[in-house]
């Protein structure tokens, strides 16, 4: 089945304490990327990835890190959690982000206290 | 700046009535569109696209019209089921996509 899987589903930390949340697609995507979502901002762009070892800032690419060093996978890293990026995350692929939809997770939610 | 948003954050329909929701898009340059659907506890869903050379696609259930001369793009879901209740938004490319922040649609039976 066609899916882009996230984990973990749930998760609880401190502030301070790194974390990464993984994404892996088995669509052979060659774009993907993460978004955060907020109640009444919708969905924001923090990090996308065109291809392997290229990835450029989304519009909140403040407090995190990505990696692209396989196609099918694009870990989203928080060095130093703080409570700001308490939030719902959700990683996105497909072939070309312009011209074909996106595949979603099922979503990460974060809190951080 | 550019800007993708609904008309209404609610619509409540009852089950087997048809569902119109509404979208409204800045960018003139954007040719292609998309229509999610997101229910609770999961992620968005792709359920239908359109291209700017056309002004309407069908699916299953599902309509997309395309309005380029009000910059207005509509989904009408026929005979509204109650698995249809979901967060529904649009997103639009051209230079760069761009997501509504969402209609939420309640049918109630």
């Known amino acids: 089945e066609a899916q882009v899987t996230q984990n973990p589903r749930y998760l609880i930390t401190v502030t301070g304490k790194k974390l990464t949340v993984t994404c892996s697609q088995n669509?052979?995507?060659?774009?993907m990327s993460w978004y955060r979502q907020d109640p009444g901002l919708g969905l924001r762009q923090i990090y996308y990835?065109?291809?392997?070892?290229?990835?450029d800032k989304g519009d909140v690419p403040e407090g995190y890190k990505v990696s692209r060093k396989e196609k099918r996978n694009f870990p989203l890293i928080l060095e130093s959690p703080s409570p700001n990026q308490t939030s719902l995350y959700f990683c996105?692929?497909?072939?070309?982000?312009?011209?074909?939809?996106?595949?979603f997770g099922n979503g990460t939610r974060l809190t951080v206290t | 700046g550019e800007s993708v948003g609904l008309h209404l954050p609610t619509l409540s329909v009852q089950e087997g009535d048809n569902s119109i929701i509404n979208c409204a898009y800045s960018?003139?340059?954007?040719?292609?569109f998309i229509w999610y659907k997101q229910e609770s506890g999961k992620g968005p869903q792709f359920i239908i696209d359109?291209?700017?050379?056309?002004d309407k696609r069908q699916g299953q259930r599902v309509t997309v019209l395309l309005n380029k001369t009000v910059k207005h793009l509509s989904l009408q879901i026929a005979a509204t089921q109650p698995g249809d209740s979901a967060v529904y938004f649009c997103?639009?490319?051209?230079?760069?996509?761009?997501f509504g922040k969402g209609t939420t649609l309640s049918v109630s039976s």
């Open positions: 960018n003139s340059a954007s040719d292609y």
């Open positions: 990835s065109m291809n392997v070892e290229v990835t």
């Open positions: 359109i291209r700017s050379n056309m």
């Open positions: 996105a692929s497909s072939w070309d982000s312009l011209n074909s939809p996106l595949h």
């Open positions: 997103a639009e490319a051209g230079t760069a996509l761009i």
């Open positions: 669509m052979n995507h060659e774009y």
